[in-house]
């Protein structure tokens, strides 16, 4: 979330009334949770725009498909199942009727693979795609917040880093005709997310606190340092957290791996944390039902978000480029100053 939207989060927050039955404030969690007769919900609304998001629209069963995970995501960081779905299309009227129906396909398959049931929505046209969407689910379990971390808890990710900045850093490319418009150039500038259904069923039994990585992996980060502010969040940096596509798009552009760390767009992995005494039953758990997680790195002492790399430790600045205020030329080399600056300074 960049500074200006948070001012303006802050500003709603501010003028409107707040329900009771509401258990999270402000940026506490990736859903809002209510409790309606003795039972927690968790619902969620997100919109994205091809000018915004870099969602790729070059395969649209995975457009649709991308869609439907980022939003449910929401749902999975507090430890939901979800349940319902609304969304509102603006399609794209320069694509036919098989480009759409693709499109639906993908949307479908990612309800399904998350036992989520669309109950109805709207649709519009326009130059190109807009979408918006709401997921509902209940909460079967205490919801996981984004505070509660507490020095000694164990960060872990559910995936791989990178696959969002790999995919708008590919379309970049394409669009400079830095990269010839074949099929291994679409495969890396369309992936599909992974959903963490299952994953989340044994995270949230376990987790201290939880967030999708959907602003990126260190924005992320800056996120839960915000309201978990008495506490150091530390990502110890190795190769092989970022996928394999976004390491050879590196190669590609000529840009270090970090990049696919710093930027805002995210792969929508879960991050969370768990406590030493919760630790070697969950991954019992996990080898259990085979489920594989990534270290990131740990909570400590302190305040902050500190990287970690090759056995050395920067603690990094309270705030970085922000892409709503440049063009996405500029705040990629202004991204890549800063990475120069306070990792390789």
């Keep these: 979330m960049s500074k200006k939207e948070k001012e303006l989060v802050k500003f709603i927050s501010q003028t409107f009334k707040r329900h009771p039955a509401q258990l999270n404030d402000a940026y506490e969690a990736d859903s809002e949770i209510i409790n309606l007769g003795g039972i927690n919900y968790a619902i969620n609304i997100d919109s994205y725009s091809a000018e915004e998001d870099y969602f790729s629209d070059l395969v649209p069963a995975n457009l649709g498909f991308n869609l439907a995970i980022a939003t449910i995501s929401d749902l999975l960081a507090v430890g939901a199942d979800p349940q319902f779905y609304l969304h509102s299309m603006g399609l794209d009227r320069a694509k036919d009727e098989k480009y759409q129906q693709s499109f639906l396909q993908g949307i479908a ?28 689910g209940q909460c079967l379990t205490t919801p996981v917040l984004r505070k509660g971390a507490r020095p000694g808890d164990f960060l872990y990710s559910t995936g791989k880093l990178g696959t969002g900045n790999r995919q708008a850093l590919a379309l970049l490319l394409l669009r400079d005709k830095k990269l010839p418009l074949d099929n291994r150039s679409i495969a890396l500038a369309s992936p599909r997310f992974i959903s963490r259904y299952k994953e989340s069923t044994v995270i949230k039994k376990y987790a201290s606190f939880m967030i999708d990585s959907s602003d990126g992996a260190i924005n992320s980060l800056y996120n ?25 798009i590196s190669k590609l552009a000529q840009m270090p791996l970090e990049i696919f760390l710093f930027s805002t767009l995210g792969e929508y992995e879960l991050f969370f944390g768990i406590p030493q005494n919760k630790n070697s039953d969950f991954l019992a758990n996990c080898k259990k039902e085979n489920i594989t997680i990534f270290p990131l790195g ?36 202004g991204l890549l100053a800063f990475i120069k600056e306070n990792i390789y300074g």
Excluded: H
């Design 109 to 136: 398959e990612a309800l399904q693979k998350t036992n989520t049931y669309l109950l109805g929505g709207d649709t519009s046209t326009g130059n190109c795609w807009a979408y918006t969407a709401t997921a509902f």
């Design 298 to 333: 740990q909570i400590n002492n302190g305040s902050g978000i500190r990287f970690t790399k090759n056995n050395l430790s920067f603690q990094l600045p309270s705030s970085m480029p922000d892409p709503r205020d440049l063009t996405m030329e500029k705040y990629v080399s």
């Design 224 to 248: 839960l340092s915000e309201v978990n502010p008495l506490v150091e969040f530390e990502l110890k940096f190795k190769e092989e957290l970022i996928e394999q596509e976004a390491q050879e």
